[in-house]
């Protein structure tokens, strides 16, 4: 059930803003958590990253990409992973793992809208290497296939299925699979799919 709070979607640097100060109106339900998981702390996962240099900003940031990464896949304490990304995007804003991890997080706790304004952004982010950006198409895809199961009187699943002919689920899926345009990798720079719901 989403929080009343978040049936409209809250406005992209309002959502960046929460995700950085871990606000709780975001939803996530750690009951399906593995309760030996629940007993690791942030803190305690830190830990492992202390002797990173903080000389290299880049570097740091890589880090605590990689550490948020690895609690929400393969551990799936998506809280946690969560707040490692709100730290990720109070020092890069632009981050394209968080954007796409943050997406897939909302998504899997039923904040649809919030989850799709991060992958359209995704789409969007210019450094974004091919894989990643195929990953916000195919991001795009699964939050429609998800609502078509899952809640198909959301009025979000309305503007995504607009018919056979019109069902931007399927052209972003489509969109993903193109690994190349004109010769040269996919990318935001290249991409002419611009299928925004």
């Known amino acids: 059930m989403i929080p009343k709070s978040l049936e409209k979607t809250i406005e992209y640097e309002e959502l960046i803003r929460q995700i950085i100060a871990n606000a709780e ?103 974004t290497g091919s894989w990643l950006h195929r990953e916000f198409h195919f991001d795009i895809s699964d939050l429609g296939s998800r609502l078509e199961r899952e809640n198909p009187n959301h009025p979000l699943s309305k503007r995504i299925f607009l018919g056979t002919e019109e069902n931007i689920a399927f052209r972003h899926y489509m969109a993903g699979k193109l690994e190349t345009i004109e010769e040269e990798p996919h990318t935001s720079t290249n991409c002419p799919y611009n299928y925004t719901i």
């Open 25 to 127: 109106v975001l939803p996530i339900d750690s009951s399906r958590l593995n309760p030996t998981i629940k007993q690791k702390t942030l803190e305690e996962g830190l830990q492992r990253f202390k002797n990173i240099s903080q000389e290299s900003l880049q570097e740091y940031v890589r880090t605590l990409v990689n550490y948020a990464a690895y609690l929400f896949y393969p551990l799936g304490d998506e809280e946690r992973s969560l707040r490692a990304y709100g730290m990720v995007l109070k020092l890069d804003k632009n981050e394209e793992v968080a954007h796409h991890h943050v997406g897939r997080i909302l998504m899997n706790n039923g904040s649809y809208e919030n989850a799709l304004q991060l992958f359209e952004k995704g789409l969007k982010l210019e450094n």
